[in-house]
């Protein structure tokens, strides 16, 4: 199976001030058949479900706002929030969804 | 729009199996491409996948639990259901159920069931 692995495990930022979350799969997530990385993130606030954000690796579902934004390819991904708002404290994961599923250890976000 | 919901009971024995029901709507999982799958997250702690079922009736499952858990799908009803025999108390977690794509992951989740694995 795809083991995930994030890091920092956890990070402290000013707001307004950039967010930057690694994740890196033990295989290769890149589909040879239609050049997509299996690859997403998800944002869990306390109490709350995860949401997906983005999808792809770089792909932002509907309605996230475009301070979030996903790259790389093949093993090694990144999460960047441009400007760290309250709203995003949050815990995120990275998943991928290209061998049946897994789950990255999560990133807590928190305002310094 | 869509909606999942998830039931089932929130105290468990040990040794004792679980079966929790996803209850959807919004969407058909005999759509080619619809999967609706199972994570859980004990307090405090990461999420772990557990189990998918896709529109054809494909089943996977994490490599970690496979021997105790089986996913199944009622169209007719909307429904899947989740069964994990022998639990333990580690096993206690909230346990969400997700729909998505096999394109997309899971774009959309129950708010997900606290079950206590405890005598």
């Known amino acids: 199976d795809i083991v995930m692995t994030q890091s920092p495990d956890s990070l402290v930022v000013s707001l307004g001030e950039r967010a930057t979350i690694n994740c890196k799969s033990s295989q290769d997530v890149l589909s040879i058949s239609n050049n997509k990385n299996y690859l997403g993130w998800y944002q869990q606030k306390p109490g709350q479900p995860p949401k997906l954000l983005i999808y792809w690796a770089s792909t932002r579902e509907s309605g996230v706002p475009d301070r979030f934004s996903g790259s790389g390819s093949g093993t090694d991904f990144t999460l960047t929030i441009s400007s760290l708002q309250a709203e995003d404290v949050a815990v995120y994961y990275c998943q991928q969804y290209y061998s049946t599923v897994t789950f990255g250890g999560g990133t807590r976000v928190e305002i310094k | ?119």
Not at chain 2, 27 to 52: H, I
Request: proline share 5%.
């Open chain 2, 1 to 119: 729009q869509i909606t999942l919901k998830e039931s089932g009971p929130t105290l468990v024995k040990p040794t004792q199996t679980l079966t929790l029901t996803c209850t959807f709507s919004g969407f058909s999982l005999t759509s080619s491409g619809m999967s609706v799958g199972w994570t859980r997250q004990p307090p405090g702690k990461a999420l772990e996948w557990l189990a998918l079922i896709y529109w054809d009736g494909d089943q996977r499952y994490s490599p970690s639990l496979k021997s105790r858990v089986t996913i199944t799908k009622d169209t007719s009803k909307n429904q899947v259901v989740l069964t994990m025999t022998n639990m333990d108390p580690v096993d206690t977690a909230t346990y969400y159920c997700a729909h998505g794509t096999t394109m997309t992951g899971f774009a959309y989740w129950g708010q997900g069931t606290l079950v206590t694995v405890s005598s």
